[in-house]
Every structure is written in C-alpha cells, then in structure tokens.
C-alpha cells in the first residue's frame, strides 16, 4: 500500500501558483467571508488566508456578527462582486440559519464563485465546459492521478451525493471515462457494490463506514470524510475519515489519510481557482 500525501502533493501546486503569481502585473485578491464564530469555519478561514499570503494572492478577510440580516450579507456580496481588486469571493459554509445559502451562492457572480457552487458554474461541470470547478472534487480527481492510475474504464464508486462533493467528484470522473455507480443513504447492498471499485471515494461524514470487507484488492482508496470523534486527549476528540483506515490499508493499492489526504488538497484547489478567475477577469490564458 502507498499512502497518497496530500500535504506534498498540495505543497508542489502551492509552488507553482507562487510562482505564476510572481510574473503577474498585479496581484490576484481572495475575499473570504466568515459569518458567525464556528470553531472549524474559523480553522478553514485562517488557513485559506495564509495560503494565500504564501503564494502572493491579497486576502481580504471580512468577519461578520452570527446575527447579521441575511441583506447584509448580500450587500456585501454585490460590492464584492463590483470590486476590481477581488478576483475570487468565498463565503465559508454552513451559514447561520436566517441566511439562505442558496441565495449566498446566487449572489456570487460565477466568474467570481472560486467554490465552484455557483449553478451556472455546476453546469459548465456537468455539460463538460469545465471553468470554475469545486475544490474539493478538484483535488480529488489529482490526488487519483497522482498515483498514476489511468481513470479510464475503471469502476469507480463514489459514496455520497452532495452537491459539494459527491456529485461534482463523479462527474469530474464520468469526463474522465470510468463508470461512475453513486450510492447514498439508500442504497441497498452497498458492500457489494464498493466491492467492486477499481476507485473509491468516500464523501459521507460517518467515521469509519467503510470496512475492509467493502473494499477490493489493489483499489484506490480516496477518504473526504472529516468527522470529530470524541475521546480522552487533551483536545477532547481526534479526527476520522470514512474509511476505516487500519484495516483498510492492508488491501488497497493507495489511500489518503485524514488528515493529510484531500483537506490540503481542497485549499490548493482554491489558490488555483482564485488564480483562473484572475487570468479570466483579464483576459490571460
Ligand atoms: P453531506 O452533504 O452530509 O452528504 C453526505 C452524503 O452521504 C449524502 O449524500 C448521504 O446520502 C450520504 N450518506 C449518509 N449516510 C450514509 C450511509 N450510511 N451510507 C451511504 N451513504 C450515506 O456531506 P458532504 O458535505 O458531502 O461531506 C461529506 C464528508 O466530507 C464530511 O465528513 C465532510 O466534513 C467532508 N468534507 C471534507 C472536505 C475536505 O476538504 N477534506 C470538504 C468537504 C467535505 P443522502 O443523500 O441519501 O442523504
């Protein structure tokens, strides 16, 4: 088994944005809204800021109070939209309940919309016009290539179907000629399914779902999942992926660990996409 290593892989395209970055006329700007003070979206937002500073991207950083009227935050969007100095807008996911994230990710204009979310964004994706493409399903189809297996005509089984993972992760596969099966919470006889996966991806949120027993010799095993599971350290609890890591590892011929695997792979992605929105909005190649 080779353990696929997202923090490499990530640093390398982090260095070649840096570098790209360094012969532009100007800098490309990040704006990254965060509303409300969820620890993690907190940990994601200081570190897509750094990031960006490592590679030369301006950051702009706006924090905003958990109750702010959802019309706000749409004002701020449309001036964010009009600014020349912002190439990419992001609004960091869940918001609070009085703001509709549908109508966040509508407000975005799509040569702005660096997550990928926005619908005319997800139909490019699905009708092969591939522009601004989620981060995370992004990063994921490059974690695959990197271990050199060829996509084409392999089964690859994706678990989950969210619109910010698995749907986007099986479309980005179906483009590049596997046979995509998607299963989901009602599946029925997924086992046996995942068996039989050339490719697996597993986007869910329930730690350790997938068993040695689901997975076929030699598969390439990729784990999204990011769950917080309690237990006596000083922190309180440690982080699992989907996979069960231990066991599975023995059978696959890669895996992604958690950490390490598709997280860093998901920031690299969002430099990237801040990078095309800015050669778009200027008319460079
Ligand atoms: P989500 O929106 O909650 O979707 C989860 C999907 O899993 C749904 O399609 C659901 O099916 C399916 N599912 C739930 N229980 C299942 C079961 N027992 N068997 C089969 N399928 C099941 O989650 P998400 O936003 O896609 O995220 C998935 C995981 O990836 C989470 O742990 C998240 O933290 C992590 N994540 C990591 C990154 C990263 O950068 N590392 C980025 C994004 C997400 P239904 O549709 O039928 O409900």
């Given at each position: 088994m080779e353990l696929i290593d997202g923090n490499k892989i990530s640093a390398e395209i982090r260095e070649k944005i840096k570098e790209e970055v360094s012969q532009l006329e100007k800098k490309p700007g990040l704006a990254v809204v965060l509303v409300g003070e969820n620890p993690a979206s907190k940990v994601y937002v200081n570190m897509k800021e750094v990031k960006c500073r490592e590679v030369g991207i301006q950051s702009f950083k706006y924090e905003l109070d958990k109750d702010i009227p959802e019309e706000e935050l749409l004002k701020l969007i449309e001036k964010l939209n009009n600014d020349e100095t912002v190439n990419g807008i992001l609004v960091q996911m869940p918001v609070p309940k009085q703001i509709s994230d549908t109508k966040v990710i509508n407000t975005i204009i799509p040569e702005k919309d660096v997550d990928g979310f926005h619908p005319v964004n997800m139909g490019n994706l699905f009708t092969g016009n591939n522009s601004l493409v989620s981060c995370t399903p992004k990063g994921i189809i490059t974690l695959i290539e990197s271990t050199g297996t060829?996509?084409?005509g392999k089964h690859a089984v994706v678990i989950g179907r969210s619109n910010i993972v698995g749907k986007p992760v099986s479309t980005l596969l179906l483009q590049k000629n596997a046979t995509v099966t998607i299963c989901h919470s009602?599946?029925?006889n997924m086992a046996e399914i995942c068996k039989t996966a050339d490719i697996l991806v597993a986007a869910v949120g329930r730690p350790k779902l997938v068993t040695a027993d689901m997975v076929k010799e030699g598969a390439v095993v990729i784990d999204v999942g990011v769950n917080r599971v309690d237990d006596d350290s000083e922190k309180g609890y440690h982080l699992e992926g989907d996979v069960d890591f231990e066991n599975v590892k023995g059978k696959c011929s890669h895996i992604t660990p958690v950490p390490g695997g598709v997280g860093p792979m998901t920031i690299a992605s969002l430099l990237e996409n801040t990078l095309t929105a800015y050669k778009m909005q200027n008319n460079l190649k």
């Amino acid at each position: 088994m080779e353990l696929i290593d997202g923090n490499k892989i990530s640093a390398e395209i982090r260095e070649k944005i840096k570098e790209e970055v360094s012969q532009l006329e100007k800098k490309p700007g990040l704006a990254v809204v965060l509303v409300g003070e969820n620890p993690a979206s907190k940990v994601y937002v200081n570190m897509k800021e750094v990031k960006c500073r490592e590679v030369g991207i301006q950051s702009f950083k706006y924090e905003l109070d958990k109750d702010i009227p959802e019309e706000e935050l749409l004002k701020l969007i449309e001036k964010l939209n009009n600014d020349e100095t912002v190439n990419g807008i992001l609004v960091q996911m869940p918001v609070p309940k009085q703001i509709s994230d549908t109508k966040v990710i509508n407000t975005i204009i799509p040569e702005k919309d660096v997550d990928g979310f926005h619908p005319v964004n997800m139909g490019n994706l699905f009708t092969g016009n591939n522009s601004l493409v989620s981060c995370t399903p992004k990063g994921i189809i490059t974690l695959i290539e990197s271990t050199g297996t060829d996509i084409s005509g392999k089964h690859a089984v994706v678990i989950g179907r969210s619109n910010i993972v698995g749907k986007p992760v099986s479309t980005l596969l179906l483009q590049k000629n596997a046979t995509v099966t998607i299963c989901h919470s009602r599946t029925q006889n997924m086992a046996e399914i995942c068996k039989t996966a050339d490719i697996l991806v597993a986007a869910v949120g329930r730690p350790k779902l997938v068993t040695a027993d689901m997975v076929k010799e030699g598969a390439v095993v990729i784990d999204v999942g990011v769950n917080r599971v309690d237990d006596d350290s000083e922190k309180g609890y440690h982080l699992e992926g989907d996979v069960d890591f231990e066991n599975v590892k023995g059978k696959c011929s890669h895996i992604t660990p958690v950490p390490g695997g598709v997280g860093p792979m998901t920031i690299a992605s969002l430099l990237e996409n801040t990078l095309t929105a800015y050669k778009m909005q200027n008319n460079l190649k």
